[in-house]
């Protein structure tokens, strides 16, 4: 694969940005190599600068679940930004989206637009704690909710990619109120919460783990969060950042069927555009500034542009068959699961919709203890092979891969074959 005008690009970049990426886990560190430069891409494909194309299978780590350059969705965004970009004054879109996201998710009866994840989540924690005037939150080890301070204690992602402890530039009293628990395990939050019967104001949880590598909910785990919240008074909240339009179009809360009290959501309901957003139970978000107090606010929140994306993508998505994707990428894991056991090593492929990472360790795996057993030589090897092959996979043992509907039987079976001349 030529690489020229990639590294080219990267030597230059790393001269302007740091670590020359814009957000560290595409730098690809975890597995040593250098990132591909992207000049376009259309369905499930990419084309790199150098005109290699590759079959993508990181999605952007989410946002493209209808495939690349969507034609519904480009021409949604060109007809938007002919009437201008931003006008600081509502839009009718974001009315429609909202409408839209209500209707999906049985949980949310008001949402607010904001532009990413990490603001989607840090809202929602101020909102938590404004209402229940509790400061502390409960999160699980390894689980990433993007990077806000009080979340960046044992987060998973980038954090855990280049394993950093804790992070430089976060005051330990900011995460001191972060209480930390292992992913599955709930012995361990009902500890936290009878030692904090009156204290904790939330726990954030990813309904299925994306950021130590896919981890999938053991059952009874999410019902037993339910529980105890509802118990002690605290609010449950899902990071459906990922899961959300992606599980179901309704979300995990929609397939395992328990309602949080509050939903984050980024990634898909932007259509590869800024936006991320919280919604909840109306009498938690009438909170919210300016109806309640708890203060939030955005320029670009709401982006028409981004609005207008987001109501494409979603459009298309309410009308796509999920359970057939999920099928073929369950025939696709099984079939790559046998061909890597074949090559005699330990490999394990978690997977649900359209998600799925590879792990080489034999260990029951529940959380990120588990997930740390991962042989990460292994992995950079099959990851750097499989790239090599065409094959643009995520580029870290603690991500997971994200596919779309754009993917095609033929995509599959060329990942098969890449996958079968791996050399271990
Ligand atoms: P953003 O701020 O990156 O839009 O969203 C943060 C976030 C929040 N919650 C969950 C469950 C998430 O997965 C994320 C972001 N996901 C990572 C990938 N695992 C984004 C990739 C990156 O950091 O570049």
């Given at each position: 694969m030529n690489t020229q005008r990639s590294e080219a690009l990267f030597v230059r970049a790393q001269e302007l940005i740091p670590g020359g990426?814009?957000?560290?886990?595409?730098?690809c560190r975890n597995v040593h190599a250098d990132p591909l430069f992207i000049a376009e891409g259309h369905g499930s494909h990419l084309t790199t600068v150098d005109g290699e194309e590759v079959i993508d299978f990181l999605g952007s780590w989410g946002p493209m679940l209808v495939g690349h350059a969507h034609p519904q969705v480009t021409e949604a965004i060109c007809k938007a930004a002919m009437r201008g970009t931003s006008y600081g004054a509502p839009c009718a879109d974001e009315v429609r989206l909202a409408e839209e996201v209500c209707a999906a998710l049985p949980s949310v009866e008001m949402v607010r637009m904001v532009n990413s994840g990490t603001e989607a989540t840090m809202s929602a924690l101020r909102l938590a704690r404004g209402v229940t005037g509790r400061d502390k939150l409960i999160k699980f080890i390894g689980g990433y909710h993007g990077h806000g301070d009080a979340f960046l204690a044992s987060a998973g992602s980038g954090v855990a990619t280049f394993s950093i402890p804790g992070t430089p530039g976060v005051p330990a009293a900011t995460v001191a109120d972060t209480l930390l628990a292992p992913y599955n395990d709930l012995d361990v939050v009902r500890t936290l919460f009878e030692a904090h019967p009156e204290e904790i104001a939330a726990v954030f949880v990813e309904?299925?783990?994306?950021?130590?590598?896919l981890i999938l909910p053991q059952p009874g785990f999410l019902k037993g969060l339910r529980d105890l919240c509802t118990r002690y008074g605290a609010l449950l909240v899902f990071d459906e950042v990922i899961t959300g339009f992606r599980l179901s179009y309704a979300g995990a809360q929609g397939r395992f069927g328990i309602l949080p009290d509050l939903t984050t959501f980024g990634k898909i309901i932007g259509g590869g555009l800024p936006v991320g957003a919280y919604g909840g139970r109306a009498d938690l978000m009438r909170h919210v500034a300016p109806e309640g107090e708890v203060y939030q606010a955005g320029t670009l929140s709401g982006n028409p542009l981004a609005m207008a994306a987001g109501l494409a993508t979603l459009d298309i998505l309410k009308h796509s068959d999920y359970a057939a994707l999920e099928a073929k990428v369950h025939s696709f894991v099984m079939e790559l699961e046998a061909i890597l056991r074949s090559k005699g090593v330990s490999v394990q492929i978690p997977h649900i919709a359209s998600l799925f990472t590879v792990y080489f360790?034999?260990?029951?795996?529940?959380?990120f203890e588990s997930v740390r057993t991962t042989d990460q030589k292994l992995f950079e090897s099959f990851y750097k092979q499989m790239r090599a092959q065409g094959i643009f996979m995520a580029p870290s043992a603690f991500e997971a891969n994200m596919l779309s509907f754009a993917h095609s039987n033929e995509d599959f079976a060329r990942a098969l074959e890449a996958a079968e001349n791996v050399k271990f």
């Open positions: 990426v814009n957000s560290p886990v595409r730098a309904p299925v783990a994306g950021n130590m590598g360790t034999e260990a029951a795996l529940m959380d």
